[in-house]
């Protein structure tokens, strides 16, 4: 079984199948892409596997632990953390707040070690500020630590919610669009990080519709189109696979 | 570009006078302790007293209505109902059962919270104007059981004969300005709470659920759970003020817990600015002390406090002190620590 082994899920609205006997699996370590046309249902998987929807059939299970139909909190406790295709920051947060809010689920100082101050509250805070410093600091945005997220050019913000997501010690991180609206060089710095996530230990599933940085960074893709798994397999596979060109791909851009 | 320099200027400003405060904090404290305590003999008369202390105790209910409203972003019409809870309870100990104040004013205070537990439990699904409403409801259910339970509260008639709180036997009154404070002793001590939940990992949470509930949920925060705590220590904080103003004044009727009241305090926390402790103190002053001004203004004020309410979320949401720190953030002092270390580690090596 694979460390994350996804049988045959399904999501139905009313009528409409959304994702209809999906079937994936991730090892430890990889970069796997799910790519498909806008409205294929990739971000639906992405809210069944971090328990936003339930699923109406199949299975989800993580390092041999089913996580399917369980609420968000023990997905992202199990070890998968997730980021937004349109960012959902907390705008009035500074930058390190909003990291430090992704610490929130590995803190365990309660209600009475706040307000009487124990020693277990004043080191745990500390730990878990200096946790957040360190991640984005790794990132490139120590200079950022003080201000407001809203403040902050696009993609920086993107950024911070990976950040963010990584400060809940996740071991699996669900990268949604992260590309989306970045220019030329960003996608660049982005594939950079993501590969040093990857060095560092992560495990990285993406939605991304940039070529670019689809085809220069998966181990392995996965092409959904209607709801249903059309294609799968490595890269240069993926590129030359008819019916997902049919489906899909425009002008492919290769390193190579 | 006119508009985004103003908004630098402003930041500017902001950032300068909060460099001024901080540097200059110990004497500005010593100041503030020095009137707050010598207040009572500067040649005030009884009348000003009191306005001082329902300014207290207003501040005191606008910080327990700000960590539920301000910080964690449920709109509460109805916290009149804990007042009333808080103030009703910690009466009926003392009257029935003889007990002292700081026992009655936990009892009172923890009913409060206890009812706030089970109003905000059935309530986590609802969104926004529904929990309000909701609020609202239980607000006025709190005065119709508080006019109808007449073996227990004495209906219409109210409470009456209300001890006043006595410290190691000492009775504290208006005229000692034991009263007085008593009221700054337990202001002092709900901000001090306020502080150290907002500035945790608790108050991390309640924000994030103002901010951005799902995104808060998918980060693993336990959403409902918290948002009942917000509920709970509101109504605690509320409960203690009740208590306090019924031993205070005496006499208690469901008239002085109306959803006006509810309305006042909430157009205090928005007045004063959301999601900030400065700014609850400020509201009060205003809002209470303005009636004062003018018969007019007295008949009148609830219609202001309404208008109060449009004309700030209107114009300005952020309350009048609601501004955002540019301040940079204050790290805990194990982790200052921490930094200056690696920044030495980091010369050494460069020396090296």
Same mark, same amino acid.
């Given at each position: 079984?694979a460390?994350?082994?996804?049988?045959?899920?399904?999501?139905q609205?009313?009528?409409?199948?959304?994702?209809?006997?999906?079937s994936?699996?991730?090892e430890?370590?990889? /970069?796997v892409?799910?790519i498909?046309?806008?409205?294929?249902?990739?971000?639906? $998987?992405?809210?069944m596997?971090?328990?936003?929807?339930?699923i109406?059939n199949?299975?989800i299970?993580?390092?041999?632990?089913?996580?399917?139909?369980?609420?968000? !909190?023990?997905?992202?406790? #199990?070890? /998968?953390?997730r980021?937004?295709?349109?960012?959902r920051?907390?705008?009035?947060m500074?930058?390190?707040?909003n990291?430090?809010?992704?610490?929130?689920?590995r803190t365990? !100082?309660?209600?009475?070690?706040s307000?009487?101050?124990t020693?277990?509250?004043?080191k745990e805070?500390?730990?878990k500020?200096?946790?957040?410093?360190d991640?984005?600091r790794?990132?490139?945005l120590e200079?950022?630590?003080?201000?407001?997220? #809203?403040?902050?050019p696009?993609?920086e913000?993107?950024?911070?919610e990976?950040a963010r997501?990584?400060a809940t010690?996740a071991?699996i991180?669900?990268?949604d669009?992260?590309a989306?609206?970045?220019?030329? #060089?960003?996608s660049?710095?982005?594939?950079?990080?993501?590969?040093e996530?990857?060095d560092?230990?992560?495990?990285?599933i993406?939605?991304?519709?940039?070529?670019?940085?689809?085809?220069?960074?998966?181990d392995? /893709?996965?092409?959904?189109?209607?709801?249903?798994? /059309?294609a799968?397999?490595?890269?240069?596979?993926?590129a030359?696979n008819q019916s $997902?060109?049919?489906? !899909?791909l425009?002008?492919v851009?290769k390193?190579? | =570009?006119?508009?985004?320099?103003?908004k630098?200027t402003?930041?500017?400003f902001?950032?300068?006078?909060?460099?001024?405060?901080?540097k200059?904090k110990?004497?500005?404290?010593?100041?503030?302790a020095?009137?707050?305590?010598?207040f009572?003999?500067?040649g005030?008369?009884?009348?000003?007293m009191?306005?001082?202390i329902?300014i207290?105790?207003y501040? =005191?209910?606008a910080l327990?209505?700000?960590?539920?409203?301000?910080?964690?972003g449920?709109?509460?019409?109805g916290?009149?109902?804990?007042?009333?809870?808080?103030a009703?309870?910690?009466s009926?100990?003392?009257?029935?059962?003889g007990?002292?104040f700081?026992?009655s004013?936990i009892?009172g205070?923890?009913?409060?919270?206890?009812c706030?537990l089970l109003?905000?439990?059935?309530?986590?699904?609802?969104k926004?104007?529904?929990?309000?409403?909701?609020?609202?409801?239980?607000g006025?259910i709190?005065k119709?059981?508080?006019?109808?339970?007449?073996k227990v509260?004495?209906?219409t &008639?109210?409470?009456?004969?209300i001890?006043?709180?006595?410290?190691?036997g000492?009775? &504290?009154t208006l005229?000692?300005?034991?009263?007085?404070?008593m009221m700054?002793?337990?202001?002092?001590?709900?901000?001090?709470?306020c502080?150290?939940i907002?500035?945790s990992k608790?108050?991390?949470a309640f =924000?994030?659920i103002?901010?951005?509930e799902?995104a808060?949920?998918m980060m693993?925060?336990?959403?409902t759970r918290?948002k009942v705590?917000?509920f709970?220590i509101?109504?605690?904080?509320?409960?203690?003020a009740g208590?306090?103003?019924?031993?205070?004044?005496?006499?208690i009727?469901?008239n002085?817990?109306t959803f006006?009241?509810s309305? &006042?305090?909430i157009?205090?926390?928005?007045?004063?600015?959301?999601?900030?402790?400065?700014?609850?103190?400020?509201?009060s002053?205003?809002?209470?002390?303005?009636p004062?001004?003018?018969?007019?203004?007295?008949d009148?004020?609830?219609v202001?406090?309404?208008i109060?309410?449009?004309?700030?979320m209107?114009?300005?949401?952020?309350?009048?002190?609601?501004w955002?720190?540019?301040?940079?953030?204050?790290?805990?002092?194990?982790?200052v620590?921490?930094?200056?270390?690696?920044?030495?580690?980091n010369m050494?090596t460069?020396?090296?």
């Amino acid at each position: 079984m694979a460390y994350l082994q996804v049988n045959s899920i399904t999501k139905q609205f009313g009528g409409l199948i959304a994702v209809d006997n999906v079937s994936f699996e991730v090892e430890k370590g990889e /970069i796997v892409s799910i790519i498909g046309p806008n409205g294929a249902g990739k971000t639906t $998987v992405f809210n069944m596997l971090t328990g936003v929807y339930t699923i109406d059939n199949g299975e989800i299970i993580f390092d041999g632990t089913p996580i399917h139909n369980t609420t968000p !909190y023990n997905v992202v406790n #199990q070890g /998968i953390s997730r980021t937004f295709q349109n960012i959902r920051l907390f705008p009035n947060m500074r930058v390190i707040e909003n990291v430090l809010v992704g610490t929130h689920i590995r803190t365990e !100082y309660g209600f009475f070690d706040s307000l009487f101050r124990t020693p277990r509250y004043k080191k745990e805070e500390a730990e878990k500020v200096m946790h957040a410093v360190d991640i984005l600091r790794d990132i490139g945005l120590e200079d950022r630590i003080n201000d407001y997220a #809203q403040n902050l050019p696009y993609g920086e913000q993107r950024k911070v919610e990976i950040a963010r997501a990584i400060a809940t010690d996740a071991k699996i991180i669900l990268l949604d669009e992260p590309a989306a609206g970045m220019n030329p #060089q960003e996608s660049e710095e982005l594939l950079r990080f993501i590969r040093e996530l990857r060095d560092k230990g992560y495990t990285i599933i993406l939605i991304e519709h940039d070529m670019n940085v689809v085809m220069n960074i998966s181990d392995r /893709i996965y092409v959904i189109d209607h709801g249903k798994k /059309i294609a799968q397999g490595f890269p240069n596979e993926i590129a030359n696979n008819q019916s $997902v060109i049919e489906a !899909y791909l425009g002008g492919v851009k290769k390193d190579a | =570009m006119d508009k985004k320099m103003k908004k630098d200027t402003s930041k500017n400003f902001i950032f300068k006078m909060e460099t001024l405060i901080e540097k200059y904090k110990i004497p500005i404290g010593i100041a503030c302790a020095a009137v707050l305590l010598g207040f009572p003999y500067i040649g005030v008369n009884q009348y000003i007293m009191r306005i001082a202390i329902m300014i207290g105790i207003y501040s =005191m209910l606008a910080l327990g209505l700000n960590i539920l409203t301000g910080y964690t972003g449920q709109v509460s019409l109805g916290h009149a109902g804990f007042y009333a809870i808080g103030a009703y309870t910690a009466s009926l100990v003392s009257l029935k059962l003889g007990a002292g104040f700081i026992v009655s004013a936990i009892a009172g205070a923890t009913l409060a919270s206890f009812c706030g537990l089970l109003l905000g439990l059935p309530t986590l699904r609802l969104k926004g104007t529904y929990l309000s409403i909701v609020t609202l409801g239980f607000g006025e259910i709190v005065k119709m059981v508080l006019m109808n339970w007449d073996k227990v509260t004495n209906g219409t &008639l109210g409470l009456k004969n209300i001890p006043r709180p006595s410290v190691f036997g000492l009775k &504290l009154t208006l005229a000692n300005n034991g009263i007085y404070y008593m009221m700054l002793v337990l202001l002092a001590l709900i901000t001090l709470v306020c502080i150290l939940i907002i500035k945790s990992k608790i108050g991390r949470a309640f =924000m994030s659920i103002k901010e951005d509930e799902l995104a808060a949920t998918m980060m693993g925060v336990k959403t409902t759970r918290y948002k009942v705590l917000a509920f709970v220590i509101s109504a605690f904080i509320t409960g203690i003020a009740g208590a306090f103003y019924a031993s205070m004044i005496g006499f208690i009727d469901p008239n002085s817990f109306t959803f006006d009241i509810s309305t &006042l305090i909430i157009s205090i926390v928005i007045l004063g600015g959301m999601g900030t402790i400065r700014g609850m103190f400020v509201g009060s002053a205003i809002l209470i002390a303005f009636p004062e001004v003018s018969r007019f203004m007295m008949d009148y004020r609830f219609v202001v406090y309404g208008i109060v309410l449009v004309v700030m979320m209107r114009f300005r949401p952020q309350g009048l002190l609601g501004w955002k720190s540019q301040m940079p953030y204050k790290f805990p002092k194990l982790a200052v620590q921490e930094l200056e270390k690696r920044k030495k580690g980091n010369m050494q090596t460069q020396q090296v």
